[in-house]
């Protein structure tokens, strides 16, 4: 991949994470209750934290063993593998009509920690988040890592751009009242997202066994 690559396929990919439904949304649309249209920025600042710290801790720690050609294929193989997986049961659940979007908050949702530490928090506690960081985290990193720093730059770019402007603009919804964002439009983001993610693990996988 190419640096304008790595970077448009990491923002569409991080953006498929975001929009599935997960306690990082819910927390936003409580919040955004609470505090406004900034409660999903300050969100997004812990997220943000936390996943560089994460990536720089792998990086700095197993450059070596990232840039190793049979660990790339192997990490290119799980990662693919995973992202097809994700991709096909994203196609099936909008189909099926089994992902919603509930932009009214529900008893509890709102949390008493300032925004940037919940979002730190809310995501270590999803597992969700550390199985997609063990493989199509690893997968984009060792992707990216061919070209150095400046690719993971990129990458990390791409990625945490899709947060802010997915939990941006769910903040937004709340916060002036709207509901552009319905049911059907949701569904479809996310076949559609299922779609692309399900080619780029076919593409993983097919660098992976190249």
Known sequence: MDLGTIFVTALLVGFSGAAMPGPLLTVTIGESVRRGFIAGPLLMVGHALLEILLVLLLVWGAVGLLLAEQVQSIIALVGGAFLIYMGWTMCRDARRGRVSLQLTPD????????????????????????????????????????????????????????????????????????????????????????VFLAVLGGYFVYSGLA
């Open 107 to 194: 008893d509890g949702e709102a949390v008493s920690l300032h925004p940037v530490v919940a979002g730190i928090l809310v995501s270590l506690s999803n597992p969700y988040w550390s199985l997609w960081w063990a493989t199509v985290g690893l997968a984009y990193i060792t992707t990216s890592m061919t070209w150095g720093m400046t690719g993971l730059l990129v990458f990390m770019s791409g990625h945490l751009l899709a947060d802010f402007i997915w939990y941006g603009l769910v903040s937004g919804a709340i916060a002036g009242g709207r509901r552009f964002l319905n049911q059907q439009f949701y569904r479809g983001v996310i076949a559609v997202c299922g």
